[in-house]
């Protein structure tokens, strides 16, 4: 407890617990909608747009780069979408197609117009986000806080919608329900949350912050609603594990933070089992 109170004097921990409590929960509240859609790797595809966009600024010198990077990140959510449904290109295509240009793109930028000595560490920092959540400002967590609110704000609201989005596509858009609206609305949140998530595990990893919670929650409990709520505890907890292993340990935030939520996808299935619920 000593060393506890000691590490939370320092104002840095407190504002990455903060940040990572925030982007950890936006991440598992969507992350059980875009598991049962088939959409997981979508998390995967941002992520690698958002490193693309991260570059730009870089090139461009823009001192905070979030509002570009969080709007080119919401128009590839919105043109992933629609190609998603063309038929001549399938969902995992179009996320192919868009992640690995975007991850090329960015990278040959960064090369070309290098900004700083050391670009082989801004690549790896920013792919696996080594302290980037160590040093967020006061400012960035204001807005990390604000962003995480709009986002449970309209889960909430729209929660019924996304359960039937989810589950019954078909059948919610047979009842005069504007599928096409929410699952617009789902990809802009995912895209917001891939911009927060990058400062805690990098664009590589963020994918394992949307999968994981989800996949062990499904392990313990069958419900909706069920499955969320032990998604988004065991998602913030993992967070905060992770964290503050990380500091103690000396390993990178990101790659500790996945460490732990394997760890518990794990334990969940041993849970599962036991119970007989895999």
Known sequence: ?????????????????????????????????????????????????????????????????????MVITIISAVL????GQNTKIKG?????MISVGALAIGYLLMNLFATGPNLSGDVCSTLFGSTSILTLTKEQVVLCSVLSVIVVVVFVIFYYKIFCVTFDETFAKATGMKTDFYNLLIAVITAVIIVLAMNLVGSLLISALV???????????KTFFSVTIC???????????????????GTPVGSTIVAIDIVAFMVSCAIGKIGGRS
């Open 211 to 221: 999968i994981f919670p989800a996949l062990s929650a499904m392990r313990v409990y």
């Open 92 to 96: 995992d295509a179009a996320i192919a």
């Open 80 to 83: 992933l979408l629609r190609t």
């Open 231 to 249: 998604s988004v505890i065991l998602s913030v907890v993992c967070a905060v594990v992770g964290i503050l292993l990380s500091i103690l340990a």
């Open 1 to 69: 407890m000593g060393l506890l109170q000691e590490m939370f004097s320092y104002p840095f921990l407190v504002r990455a617990m903060i940040g990572g409590i925030c982007i950890s929960l936006c991440a598992s509240l969507l992350g059980v909608s875009l598991v049962l859609k088939r959409y997981s790797m979508i998390g995967d595809g941002l992520s690698h747009v958002a490193f693309g966009a991260m570059a730009i600024a870089a090139v461009l010198q823009i001192t905070n780069e979030m509002p570009l990077v």
